[in-house]
């Protein structure tokens, strides 16, 4: 099985800040990688698929990088809505498995 | 615009068997794999269960596996999880998704979720 491990776990941020969110996979993934945020009591939303592809409708300042085991998701200019948890998937072999998630939280 | 509707959630004794249901719209249903991703109390995402658009391979999680069994109805665009001999730890909110895909048709992750069914496995 793929292990993703995200870090950091948690990170504090203001409004306007950048802030950087990592996933590393145990293997090679390619550029199988998607990232979600989820907010308390709602569903997990798709920002981002196949590394740095934006989802329709998902605002620009959220931007994906990487391919093979190391992969990044940068939210530019931090908004006050930004404010949830972040989780990856990594899509590419059977069991697909998610990253232990990041809270981003307000400083 | 895609809805993904879940139902059948409750509490059952450990042991028991509930089957939830994912109702779909808004897409062509037959066309797209589909997928459980269950969130225990305070907890990650974990996958569940995949299953391909004709139904003809399913996929499940080590967790599940032997238990859980997922199908789908293309004439009534109905997803379905069986989940037999349930445990404490599948206590969770369960997510019906819909899978998407890259530009070359590959597998890319989730792009709809329902709004999720609670299980409860408790004695």
């Known amino acids: 099985d793929v292990q993703m491990t995200q870090s950091p776990s948690s990170v504090s941020a203001s409004v306007g800040d950048r802030v950087t969110i990592t996933c590393r996979a145990s293997?090679?993934?390619?550029?199988?990688l998607a990232w979600y945020q989820q907010k308390p009591g709602k569903a997990p939303k798709l920002l981002i698929y196949?590394?740095?592809t934006l989802q329709d409708g998902v605002p620009s300042r959220f931007s994906g990088s990487g391919s093979g085991a190391d992969f990044t998701l940068t939210i530019s200019s931090l908004q006050s809505e930004d404010f949830a948890t972040y989780y990856c998937l990594q899509a590419n072999a059977l069991p697909l498995t998610f990253g232990q998630g990041t809270k981003l939280e307000i400083k | 615009e895609v809805h993904l509707v879940e139902s059948g959630g409750g509490f059952v004794q450990p042991g028991g068997s509930l089957r939830l249901s994912c109702a779909a719209s808004g897409f062509t249903f037959n066309n797209y794999a589909m997928s459980w991703v269950r969130q225990a109390p305070g907890k990650g995402l974990e996958w569940v269960s995949l299953i391909r658009d004709r139904g003809d391979s399913t996929y499940y999680g080590d967790s599940v596996k032997g238990r859980f069994t997922i199908s789908r109805d293309n004439s009534k665009n109905i997803l379905y999880l069986q989940m037999n001999n349930l445990r404490a730890d599948d206590t969770a909110v369960y997510y019906c998704t819909k899978v998407c895909y890259d530009s070359r048709g590959y597998r890319a992750g989730f792009d709809y979720w329902g709004q999720g069914a609670l299980v409860t496995v408790s004695s």
């Open positions: 196949a590394a740095s």
């Open positions: 293997h090679d993934i390619g550029y199988w």
